[in-house]
């Protein structure tokens, strides 16, 4: 059985969250503030996170920063504020979903056991290569030259469906499907985020390994050329 913690500082949606995900055979703890649910993660882990933004004490966005430094658990964001920029603050953080509210509980509890179907629960350690670009399972992280990069579960299916054909393009909608769960009538801009946030990784290394967009279909990886 999962094991879920949710922090929001409003008891009915906490109590809404518990419901929809007991249906779907989950074991739910709710937390008041950011805060309590750190505290509790730091004693055990959880197999998910789901964090409102605004809440008394450390934010949201603080405390998925937090956990980051010690697990790549799936992250899900909750919050009331909209704009562009407040959703990329959010992947900044390292975080693998972000529902603005009101929203719809049905579609959080599918999302949420969509992703945690498709982690890698394996402990064996398994390797995709491009051009001097490794990718290792366990823990998620790829190694370039003399550097290793840090890996969320969702950055990591994301390199794994890049790396199992390296020249081949894989659309936006394989990507939601497979990686999210996700069709594609829904908002892509949690692609593209990833794909910035992975490229920026790249970037850092100075890897000569980049992903390319594919206009109008997807991405692929290739080889950067030296001019």
Request: proline fraction near 4%.
């Amino acid at each position: 059985m999962y094991t879920i913690y949710v922090a929001d500082d409003e008891k009915s949606i906490r109590d809404l969250i518990k419901t929809f995900l007991q249906k779907e055979d989950m074991d739910v703890k709710t937390f008041e503030t950011g805060d309590q649910l750190l505290l509790a993660f730091m004693e055990r882990q959880a197999d998910l996170v789901v964090l409102d933004v605004m809440m008394p004490g450390t934010d949201g966005f603080s405390i998925a920063r937090k956990i980051r430094q010690v697990s790549q658990v799936p992250i899900f964001l909750l919050t009331a504020l909209d704009s562009d920029q407040n959703y990329i603050d959010g992947f900044k953080t390292g975080i693998d979903d972000y529902f603005t509210k009101p929203f719809s509980p049905i579609k959080l509890a599918l999302r949420i056991k969509a992703i945690l179907a498709r982690q890698p629960f394996t402990t064996t350690v398994t390797e995709l290569s491009f051009e001097g670009l490794r990718l290792m399972s366990a823990p998620p992280q790829l190694m370039i030259k003399d550097h290793i990069i840090s890996l969320t579960n969702t950055e990591y299916k994301v390199m794994k469906l890049l790396l199992t054909e390296p020249n081949r393009s894989v659309s936006r909608e394989q990507l939601l499907d497979e990686v999210w769960g996700i069709d594609s009538d829904v908002e892509t801009r949690v692609t593209d985020d990833t794909i910035k946030r992975l490229r920026q990784k790249l970037r850092q290394v100075d890897s000569h390994v980049i992903i390319e967009t594919v206009w109008g279909y997807g991405f692929k990886l290739s080889k950067k050329e030296v001019s």
